[in-house]
């Protein structure tokens, strides 16, 4: 639908007439209409408000106003977001944020000593390290439910049944042998699983740690740095890394949303009803 687009003219048709001086406008005429006890206002106000549909939509001042808001917006849903990630993490967590956090702000009063004609090369840091700040949190999420994961799950067990499963297999009939057969297989995938999320968990360890050793390397140097531009290619490496590594994480994360019985050849009606036998063993 039209109405649904980001960057549609509707949109701006919306905008228009939610704007709170147009409302205010037409309460105005609203309110004169009953005073007045006439419904000329309210025709004068629907024909007004015609043309100002018609035309203040289409308005580029009035559009970069719009998407402005939207800006804004979307800047306050991804501040409440980080503000969300952030009071998940655990105390130690908490503070290893602050450390850093406090690192970004003595590179931003180093920065702040700069020359005139140096102030955009400082608007771009400043932009690339709240960008890194935040990402710092959303890494930091990652490893603290990834290990969560790792803590929670005995990787030892799973492999422990599914050997027994593998090892009782053929004194099995027929049927149950295609059941634990399937049962196997997922156990292997939930291995397979906890493989991935360990070494994840190992990555983002070392991409925080990346980001505090850059992040006070740049702070030393901007102890006594006049040209921004001369680390600017440190950050920007550092940046590329961090986006990569929130790919990988955001790849291995939507392993958690994967139901482990969600596989081709699984039926879950092969299980039956809760305190049927599977392989000699009650599960209820």
Known sequence: MAGD??????????????WQYNLITLAGAVGFAVISASGL??????????????????NSRFQRLVRSWQYDE?????????????????????????????????IRENYKRLTSTSQMFAEQMESKLDGLSQSYVRLLNSAFHHRQ???????????????????????????????????????GKRME???????????????CAAIEDVL??????????????QISEHLDSLVQDVEQTEATVREVES???ISPLATPDFDPGDLGNSGKTYGGKVRN
Request: aromatic share 6%.
């Open 5 to 18: 687009k980001d960057d549609g003219s509707l949109n701006y048709v919306k905008a228009a007439f939610h």
């Open 41 to 58: 206002p309210l025709l004068l106000a629907a024909g007004a408000e015609l043309i100002y549909l018609s035309t203040i939509p289409q």
């Open 74 to 106: 979307q800047k306050k849903q991804q501040q409440k977001g980080l503000s969300d990630l952030f009071r998940e993490l655990p105390p130690e967590m908490r503070s290893r944020y602050a450390r850093l956090d406090a690192v970004c702000q003595g």
């Open 149 to 187: 994961y790792l803590n929670t799950t005995n990787l030892e067990n799973i492999r422990k049944e599914a050997a027994a499963l593998q090892a009782d297999l053929e004194k099995e009939p027929p049927r149950v042998q295609d059941i634990n057969r399937k049962r196997i297989e997922i156990l």
């Open 193 to 207: 699983k906890f493989d991935k999320i360990k070494e994840n968990c190992q990555i983002v360890d070392a991409q």
């Open 216 to 229: 006070q390397l740049i702070r030393d140097q901007s102890v006594t740095m006049h040209d921004p531009q």
């Open 255 to 257: 392993i958690f949303d």
